[in-house]
């Protein structure tokens, strides 16, 4: 095989073996017969003993390899992550978050297993064939992987820069991700066939156009596919929502040509995965990894319901206890201002003073401040947008800390309950539209 033949990683590492333990490597073909050779002399015949041989040496490798991983991943890894955690250089962190390291330890155990298998498949030539085409195939991917996680690594490297913080470093990248899987789709092609890498790209070539012509969309499609996954926009299981096609729902499945949607109402959507990257879509990814979940409602209140509130109105009010003190700390602020300004206040509107709409803002705020459903560590709003026809609305803006669909849907209704149920203690009406029959 092409790339079998000229791997360079096997073949160091079967360098630094024969170098470095000569009597143990030099013979380990031999060892490889050891239960052959032990269960033809016991008296099983040639065929029983070559099977049984390959189970057992398969069932060995495997316990090596994973003892050599966990080696791996206990010492050097740990060592290195602990070395980044203490190092004032940023890039080492962007390598162990984009698991670089994780990936090159693979090189390892696969470069013993590519030596070692051939001789464990010695008497088995066509498994032995098809095995050398798929440690081909694996090493490509784990070359695509490391290259892909080294160039994840100076993205976020360079973005962390302010020079290059206005500049496309996601559209660069993909370029070249889309290069280095090109480059290895075509060395897989090569491995699987026998075939040379530049009769491949001859052949390809010569039929472009065709193949152009004939597989537009599932070429788009799989462009796509290479943008989607570089750029992480979509995973199976986020939540999209893409209106143009009726989909609001969990992705499922993501493939060259579509992309599959659960929606809520248990029907599926099926979405060309082109256009995921020429059409925008709304991914509630970052809701659902974020502390909580938006809450977004406005109460209408009617503009005549609005006024501004006498002493003996405020002193009612500071028997609720949420704006007690809030109401006794502010009338005091605005009774002094009144009286240094030297303000009639025969007149109410003259001078500072309290409102109710303005009272009931600050009780919203204090209450939903206070509401143990409501993430305390996220924005929490009150506010007045501009008038409408039907009156004043006012916006409840606030996160609940439980994401679940259900739960946030409890939560936001028994807020506006309450609310709903405390704007007449504040004198103010909420707007209702009513329809006038006239026989």
Request: proline content about 3%.
């Amino acid at each position: 095989m092409f790339f079998y033949n000229n791997l360079l990683i096997p073949k160091i590492f079967y360098f630094i073996c024969l170098t470095n333990t000569p009597l143990f490597f030099i013979h380990m073909k031999d060892l490889t017969r050891y239960f052959y050779n032990l269960f033809v002399s016991k008296g099983l015949s040639e065929s029983i003993s070559e099977y049984l041989n390959l189970i057992i040496c398969i069932s060995i490798l495997i316990v090596v390899l994973f003892i050599i991983d966990i080696v791996i991943k206990k010492v050097f890894i740990a060592i290195f992550k602990k070395y980044a955690s203490k190092s004032k250089n940023v890039f080492d962190d962007y390598l162990v978050k984009n698991k670089t390291f994780d990936y090159l330890a693979h090189i390892v155990p696969l470069s013993i297993t590519i030596w070692i298998v051939p001789m464990l498949f010695s008497e088995f030539h066509t498994a032995e064939k098809y095995l050398k085409i798929f440690f081909d195939i694996m090493t490509i991917l784990l070359v695509i992987w490391i290259l892909r996680s080294i160039l994840r690594t100076f993205k976020d490297f360079l973005k962390s820069l302010n020079s290059f913080k206005d500049k496309p470093i996601d559209s660069y990248v993909q370029v070249f991700m889309i290069f280095v899987w090109f480059i290895g789709a075509i060395f897989m092609f090569s491995t699987i066939t026998g075939k040379s890498i530049w009769t491949f790209l001859t052949a390809l070539g010569a039929m472009s156009a065709v193949i152009l012509l004939i597989f537009k969309d599932t070429i788009m499609g799989f462009v796509a596919s290479i943008q989607v996954a570089v750029n992480d926009t979509v995973r199976i299981g986020d939540w999209i929502t893409m209106e143009k096609y009726g989909a609001d729902g969990d992705v499922v499945e993501i493939n060259l040509s579509s992309v599959k949607v659960q929606n809520f109402d248990k029907t599926i959507t099926t979405i060309p995965t082109y256009h995921l990257t020429s059409e925008s879509f709304r991914n509630w990814r970052g809701m659902m990894d974020s502390g909580g979940r938006r809450i977004k409602r406005s109460i209408i209140i009617t503009t005549s319901s609005i006024r501004f509130l006498s002493n003996d109105e405020v002193l009612k009010l500071q028997k609720i206890g949420l704006i007690s003190q809030y109401l006794k700390n502010i009338q005091q602020e605005i009774d002094t201002f009144n009286q240094d300004e030297n303000i009639d206040k025969s007149t109410l509107i003259n001078g500072r003073n309290l409102t109710n709409m303005g009272v009931f803002r600050e009780y919203v705020e204090l209450y939903l401040k206070n509401h143990p459903y409501v993430n305390q560590e996220m924005t929490i709003m009150s506010r007045q947008l501009a008038p409408s026809p039907q009156g004043i609305p006012l916006e409840i803006y606030a996160f609940s800390n439980d994401k679940e669909w259900k739960n946030y849907e409890k939560i936001m209704a028994d807020i506006f309950d309450h609310l709903l149920s405390a704007i007449p203690y504040f004198t103010l009406e909420v707007f209702e539209l009513n329809y006038s029959i006239k026989n």
